[in-house]
């Protein structure tokens, strides 16, 4: 059997740090909203392209049923894992 001297160090020692990975930064975009899809929804056409979006509204725009409708200019945040969806976090 191994002394117990021997396990002393090991008992009650920290763990190896692990290195957490950063989350992806979204990308904000601003653009036009096109058409109300249904289901707090929108179709939202980037300015200076004619890449077009699927957004959801976000945050406190949801909670506190701020109206959007066609051709109001918004801010978008995009995932970084789908860049054709969305998420609206301003009305302009």
């Known amino acids: 059997p191994l002394p117990l001297a021997s396990l002393a160090g090991s008992i009650g020692a920290r763990p190896a740090v692990s290195r957490k990975l950063r989350p992806p930064v979204a990308v904000e975009v601003e653009g036009e909203v096109i058409q109300a899809l249904g289901a707090g929804r929108y179709r939202v056409r980037v300015d200076g392209s004619d890449h077009l979006l699927i ?9 506190f049923r701020i109206r959007i409708t066609g051709g109001d200019r918004v801010r978008v945040e995009l995932s970084p894992y789908d860049l054709t969806r969305g998420r609206i976090t301003y009305r302009l």
């Open 55 to 63: 957004c959801k509204t976000g945050g406190k725009m949801g909670k």
